[in-house]
């Protein structure tokens, strides 16, 4: 199951010359700029490289191959045709200086994008420049900051954060200069009403929330949730890492919040994983369009698309990026976006909510616990094996990493924390009933496995390149990089 490195097929002399352009190129590099060594690559012919890197993307698991229901992560089958369409010749050679009369096209669908991204989410503006998640929720604190500093209310330096939230928001609030509070969730999952108004007052700058929550359900009480926070003087922010459960039905716009960002690379299907490119769209309410970041698309009088900048928003929060975001994420989220229309948006969220709900049904009836068994899953649901782990001692690391040997990608594992032993799944509205059930029967024979025979359990993964890794050592001891004096 090994793949050597590349480096270990190398032998002196052979070369891949094929595909190096016939009449080469020349440089007018500066000799002190020139390397003074050789590049050390590995001397292949072309099939061996070819073997090399095919083998290596065989052992990928990955959306195109693999059932992937990993919870609060949406990892969403991406169309070719968002792919084929956003790589069309007059947009790849579009130049980011290209004048706005040379760009009237690209700006058209930007400036589409954001009426659908208002359209869908119900707010009242919407900035596209974040480049990702992360980067989206920085941009809401720093929107909400700006608004109470505007207002000369500076006093405010809470954030209240639910136990539940993504580790992210926390993180967010911190560099945005709040102190982060967290606040209890109740035994139903939702957010304890009770501590929110114990937290709630002159320092409440914001609550930063999740609905659906990381937890798989619906915040019944968003609605008295919002109207508490605004009453004390704070804003509510959305983390939009779940809108894929409610696209199309419920808008958080509607529920009170005042600020979204959008993982366009989870909720509107673009490539995702690996560490990016992603995008994290921002839409804000009334209160907060003078500060969105910088450039939006806007329209004149006569029809013509430009960017509006410092000039048109002096409030704004400025700019995140070096022009306007991943122009090529964003394309591809709108041609999504245009080919789901409103119909399908709504369908993205039944299925999604339908697959979610048929695999919790028959988990449970297998046996499983659920962590909140009297909740219905808004699009991803939580099974706990604290009983098992009590019983013989089997771990949610123990399931995931035997579900690789059964061809499945694992669910999220210990997260959110407060469910002991979790598997946080989500399965996405693209997946098949057969690829659900395919799941089941695999989770079930792991169940049996562990009462008969846990050792066996212990040591997957069995069909792997490598197998269990001590997780500690591998994130601080990273191994990454061929080294030659190391070989």
């Given amino acids: 199951m090994t793949e050597s490195l590349i480096f270990e097929h190398s032998r002196s002399g052979r070369a891949a ?36 890197f095919t083998r290596l993307s065989q052992r990928n698991f990955s959306i195109d191959t693999h059932f992937y229901p990993l919870g609060s992560c949406t990892m969403k089958y991406n169309p070719r045709a968002c792919n084929r369409l956003a790589m069309l010749p007059e947009f790849l050679s579009r130049h980011p200086l290209a004048p706005v009369s040379a760009s009237q096209g690209f700006l058209a669908c930007m400036f589409d994008l954001q009426e659908i991204l208002k359209d869908v989410t119900g707010m009242r503006g919407v900035s596209l420049t974040p480049m990702a998640g992360a980067q989206g929720e920085f941009a809401g604190v720093a929107m909400i900051r700006a608004y109470h500093d ?64 990381t937890l798989g359900v619906f915040e019944r009480k968003i609605s008295e949730i919002s109207k508490l926070v605004h009453e004390a003087g704070g804003l509510l ?18 529920m009170g919040f005042d600020v979204i960002h959008m993982n366009l690379h989870k909720t509107f299907s673009t490539p995702h994983g690996g560490g990016g490119p992603g995008s994290g769209a921002v839409g804000v309410s009334e209160r907060l369009l003078p500060f969105m970041p910088i450039p939006v698309v806007g329209q004149g009088s006569d029809g013509a698309y430009r960017w509006l900048d410092e000039d048109d928003m002096p409030q704004s929060i400025g700019r995140l990026s070096a022009f306007m975001g991943n122009a090529g994420v ?26 979610a709900n048929y695999l919790m049904a028959r988990l449970r009836d297998a046996g499983f616990d659920l962590a909140f068994p009297d909740r219905r899953a808004s699009h991803e649901f939580i099974i706990t094996l604290k009983r098992q782990n009590k019983a013989v001692g089997v771990t949610a690391t123990d399931v995931a990493k035997r579900l690789l040997d059964h061809g499945f990608h694992a669910p999220t594992v210990y997260f959110p924390l407060l469910v002991p032993e979790c598997l946080l799944i989500e399965p996405t509205e693209t997946e098949s009933r057969e690829a659900l059930d395919g799941f089941v029967e695999a989770m079930i024979a792991i169940a049996r496995e562990a009462e008969d025979d846990i050792e066996q359990l212990r040591g997957a993964p069995y069909t792997m390149p490598v197998r269990r890794l001590d997780d500690v050592r591998a994130a601080r001891q990273l191994d990454v990089r061929y080294q030659p004096d190391a070989a």
């Fill in 237 to 254: 922010y959305y983390d939009g890492a779940n809108l894929n459960a409610i696209l199309g039905k419920v808008r958080p716009g509607d």
């Fill in 330 to 355: 964003l394309l591809r989220a709108y041609v999504y976006a245009r080919m789901l229309g409103r119909d399908g948006m709504h369908r993205v969220a039944e299925f999604a909510a339908l697959n």
């Fill in 150 to 213: 505007a207002r000369g209310d500076t006093e405010r330096t809470e954030i209240l954060v639910p136990d539940a939230a993504h580790g992210t928001n926390p993180a967010t609030a911190s560099m945005c200069g709040y102190v982060p509070r967290e606040i209890p969730t109740d035994d139903q999952g939702d957010v304890d009403i009770e501590a929110l108004k114990l937290a709630l007052g002159p320092k409440t700058a914001g609550i930063m929330l999740t609905n659906p929550s």
């Fill in 17 to 52: 010359w094929a595909q190096f352009p016939s009449d080469g190129f020349d440089v007018d590099l500066p000799p002190e700029l020139a390397r003074q060594s050789d590049l050390g690559l590995p001397e292949v012919s072309e099939l061996q490289a070819v073997r090399h």
